[in-house]
């Protein structure tokens, strides 16, 4: 079956970096528009940033210039480099899996578990 698992979460200052990585397993790498979303406490979930196979990628505004989305397509993964970061940056980072781009979740075939972003003040 398709697997998504996120690692990489955590605490940390604002101003500060963290990398997220999503390993897929079970699909068809090439075929899916690789994304990341967010969700804080009682909001509902955003996009934040897609990487299709060809290397062209997307971005919300609030993250142009501070994230970088990126896919190795041998290995099946997808990451999130996230910079400077800021308060507003916290919550649930999801990796998702669709056959095209849409900043709408309901779009999207196949979801990882989450992991925890919290930056502090």
């Known amino acids: 079956q398709v697997q998504l698992v996120e690692s990489g979460g955590g605490l940390v200052q604002a101003g500060g970096s963290l990398r997220l990585s999503c390993a897929a397993s079970g699909l068809t790498f090439r075929a899916y528009t690789m994304t990341w979303f967010r969700q804080a406490p009682g909001k509902e979930r955003e996009f934040v940033a897609a990487a299709f196979w060809t290397g062209g990628t997307v971005y919300v505004d609030s993250v142009k210039g501070r994230f970088t989305v990126s896919r190795d397509n041998a290995k099946n993964a997808v990451y999130l480099q996230m910079g400077s970061l800021k308060p507003e940056d916290t919550g649930v980072y999801y990796c998702?899996?669709?056959?095209?781009?849409?900043?709408?979740?309901?779009?999207?075939?196949?979801w990882g578990q989450g992991t925890q972003v919290t930056v502090s003040s």
């Open positions: 998702a899996a669709g056959k095209r781009l849409s900043t709408t979740s309901a779009t999207y075939d196949y």
